[in-house]
């Protein structure tokens, strides 16, 4: 009689031990089902320069930031990115309101991987 008692105590605790584990995944298969909501894109970044024509758009990739771009364009070591149609314009370069589409010079600026070019020689500037 004791070994019955022992085994009825075994098999409802196994019983609820499964109903649990049961519960569990459930919930947990649940939440992997769950729609997530998509991150909203990032908004784009514009740049300008006296020595570059045009305003300069580019969308932040991931791990950017509009003051990590700035800073890249702003050293004149850096190299190999290729914001601003790949220009090779390093300092001076200024962050501004994307809400305008042209600039002063007149430039469009829409474009973020190309498009843009460095503004030409100044009258009077020395060329070779």
């Known amino acids: 009689m004791k070994s019955d008692v022992i085994s009825a105590k075994r098999l409802l605790a196994?019983?609820?031990g499964g109903?649990?584990?049961v519960a569990v995944v459930a919930g947990?298969?649940?939440v992997a089902a769950a729609p997530t909501r998509a991150a909203d894109p990032p908004k784009p970044c514009c740049f300008t320069n006296d020595r570059y024509?045009?305003?300069c758009t580019v969308v932040p990739g991931e791990g950017e930031t509009c003051q990590s771009i700035l800073a890249y364009l702003n050293n004149p070591m850096s190299t190999g990115k290729t914001y601003c149609g790949s220009t090779t314009v390093r300092g001076g370069w200024t962050l501004v309101s994307c809400d305008k589409t042209t600039s002063a010079k007149g430039g469009t600026g829409i474009s973020a991987a190309g498009g843009q070019k460095e503004a030409p020689a100044r009258a009077g500037a020395a060329t070779r």
Do not use: F, K, N, P
């Open 14 to 16: 196994a019983g609820l």
């Open 19 to 21: 109903a649990v584990a």
């Open 28 to 30: 947990a298969l649940l």
């Open 53 to 55: 024509e045009g305003m």
